[in-house]
C-alpha cells in the first residue's frame, strides 16, 4: 500500500477511537437545535419574489451575495494565472501518433452539442436549475474533447484572452452602472416586473450577469486545460 | 417488520443522525489517506474526498423531508415551503474554488516532477532534512 | 423511503472512497473517484438540492478528474 512506515494497531485503534469521539459528540449537539430557529432563508425567499426570477439560487448567488462571486471570480482568476505562469513552455510538437477513428469521427460529431448544451444551460440559469459556472465547464469540457482527438487543434489564445478580459471588466462595469443610478453597488437597475416570472426576459440584470460569469469560466478553464495538454515533455 | 423499520428509518432524528454520522465517517477515511501516503498527486484526491464529505453534511443538516427544492417548476406559483436556499449557493461557491485549488496543486506538481523527478514527499528535502 | 435510500447511497459512498484509499495503481485511484462523485450527485438530488448536484456533476467528476488524467501523462503513469 506504499505507506510511510508500518502503522502499528495502536494507531489504528486510535484513530477509530478518535472518531468515534468526535461522531458521538457532533451527533448529540445538533439534536439539541431549538425548534423554531428564526433563518434568514425564509426572509430571502420573500424577498425573491420581488425580483421576478423563478430560481431562488440563482438570485442568491449573483444579487444577494454578489460580492461574493466577484471573490470568486477573482480567486479563479488568481488560479488560472498561477497555472499559466507555472506550464507555459509549450513546443509545437512532431506528429507522433494518431488517435483513434471512432474518436476523430464522433469528436468533431459531438463538439457542436456539448457547446449547444453548455449556452442552453447558461442562458436558461435563472428558469432552471443551472447558471453560469455549470455552462461554462461544460463548454471547456467540450473543447478538451477536441483537443484530445485532434492533434493540430489549439485555442486561438488571442481571442479568447481578449473575451475573458471584456467579460471580467463588464461585471464590474455593471456594478459601477448600479452604483451610479440607484446608489446600490450591483443594484438591479433594469426593469424587473413580478408578472414576467418564467420568461426567458425577467429579473434584470441576473440573467446577464450570469452570461458574463460564464464566458469569463468557460474561456479560463479551456485556457487551463490547454496548458496541461501541450505541456512539452522534451525536459 | 419491515413496515416498522422503514417507519423508524422516515423520522427526521434518524436522517440527520445518519447523515452525520456517515459523512463524518468518509471524512476520516479522507483524512487516513492523506496521512498514510507518500505520492504527492494521491495525497491531493484525499483531500478532495475530505471536502466531498464536508459538503454532504453541511446540505444534509438543512435538509427537511417535508419540503420542495427552492425553485419555482412544475405546480408551485409561490415561494413557501422550500427547502433553505442560501446553503446552496455556499456550496456551489465551496466547489468551485475546491476545483481551482486542485487544478493548481496538480500544476505545481507536475512542474516540480519536470525539475527533479521525485514524486515522493520524502525525498522532497530542498530546504534541509527534517 | 427517503431515508432507506439515504442510508443505502451513503453505504456505498463509504464503500467505494475505502477502495479508492487502498488503491495501488493511480489511473484506478481517479476512477474511483469519479464513482465517489457520482454517490455524491445522487445524494444532492435526494437532499432536494438540484443545483449543487448540477455542479458536482460537471466539476467534481467531469472536469477535475479530466485535468487529473491529462496530467498523468506528464507523469508517464498512464495505463
Given at each position: 500500500m506504499n505507506l510511510k512506515r508500518d502503522v502499528s494497531t495502536r494507531t489504528y485503534s486510535g484513530f477509530a477511537l478518535s472518531a468515534l469521539l468526535v461522531l458521538t459528540i457532533l451527533n448529540v449537539l445538533l439534536q439539541n437545535v431549538p425548534e423554531k430557529v428564526e433563518r434568514a432563508g425564509e426572509k430571502l425567499l420573500t424577498l425573491n419574489a420581488q425580483e421576478g426570477v423563478a430560481n431562488a439560487v440563482t438570485t442568491v448567488v449573483v444579487f444577494f451575495r454578489g460580492f461574493d462571486t466577484l471573490g470568486e471570480i477573482a480567486v479563479l482568476f488568481i488560479a488560472a494565472l498561477g497555472i499559466g505562469l507555472m506550464l507555459s513552455s509549450y513546443s509545437i510538437k512532431e506528429h507522433k501518433e494518431e488517435s483513434n477513428f471512432i474518436l476523430q469521427k464522433a469528436s468533431k460529431l459531438l463538439f457542436p452539442i456539448i457547446v449547444l448544451f453548455g449556452v442552453y444551460v447558461m442562458i436558461y440559469g435563472h428558469l432552471s436549475p443551472g447558471g453560469g459556472f455549470q455552462g461554462g465547464v461544460i463548454i471547456a469540457s467540450g473543447v478538451l474533447l477536441l483537443l484530445i482527438s485532434?492533434?493540430?487543434?489549439?485555442?486561438p489564445h488571442s481571442i479568447i484572452s481578449t473575451l475573458e478580459t471584456f467579460a471580467g471588466i463588464s461585471y464590474v462595469l455593471i456594478g459601477l452602472i448600479g452604483l451610479l443610478v440607484i446608489d446600490n453597488f450591483l443594484g438591479n437597475f433594469l426593469p424587473h416586473d413580478?408578472?414576467?416570472?418564467?420568461?426567458?426576459?425577467?429579473?434584470?440584470?441576473i440573467p446577464l450577469v450570469y452570461i458574463v460569469v460564464g464566458i469569463k469560466v468557460g474561456s479560463e478553464m479551456s485556457l487551463i486545460v490547454q496548458h496541461m495538454i501541450k505541456r512539452s515533455d522534451d525536459d | 417488520m419491515i413496515e416498522t423499520f422503514l417507519t423508524y428509518l422516515n423520522q427526521d432524528s434518524t436522517i440527520t443522525a445518519i447523515v452525520n454520522i456517515c459523512s463524518m465517517t468518509l471524512f476520516f477515511i479522507g483524512l487516513f489517506g492523506l496521512l498514510t501516503h507518500r505520492h504527492i498527486l494521491r495525497i491531493f484526491i484525499s483531500i478532495s474526498i475530505m471536502e466531498i464529505a464536508i459538503f454532504l453534511f453541511f446540505i444534509g443538516n438543512t435538509f427537511n423531508k417535508a419540503f420542495t427544492a427552492p425553485l419555482l417548476g412544475d405546480g408551485h406559483t409561490e415561494f413557501i415551503a422550500m427547502n433553505d436556499p442560501i446553503p446552496h449557493a455556499m456550496i456551489l461557491t465551496a466547489i468551485v474554488i475546491g476545483m481551482a485549488v486542485f487544478a493548481l496543486g496538480v500544476s505545481f506538481a507536475i512542474e516540480y516532477y519536470k525539475l527533479t523527478g521525485k514524486t515522493d514527499i520524502n525525498d522532497m528535502n530542498e530546504m534541509g532534512e527534517l | 423511503m427517503t431515508g432507506l435510500i439515504i442510508l443505502a447511497t451513503f453505504i456505498a459512498v463509504i464503500v467505494v472512497a475505502f477502495a479508492t484509499v487502498i488503491q495501488k495503481k493511480l489511473p484506478d485511484t481517479i476512477i474511483l473517484f469519479m464513482g465517489v462523485g457520482l454517490g455524491a450527485v445522487v445524494l444532492f438530488f435526494v437532499f432536494q438540492a438540484p443545483d449543487v448536484a448540477l455542479t458536482e456533476a460537471v466539476?467534481?467528476?467531469?472536469i477535475s478528474s479530466l485535468i487529473f488524467l491529462i496530467a498523468l501523462k506528464q507523469f508517464k503513469e498512464v495505463v
Open positions: 485532434d492533434q493540430n487543434f489549439e485555442v413580478i408578472s414576467e416570472m418564467g420568461m426567458l426576459l425577467s429579473g434584470g440584470i | - | 466539476i467534481g467528476a467531469g
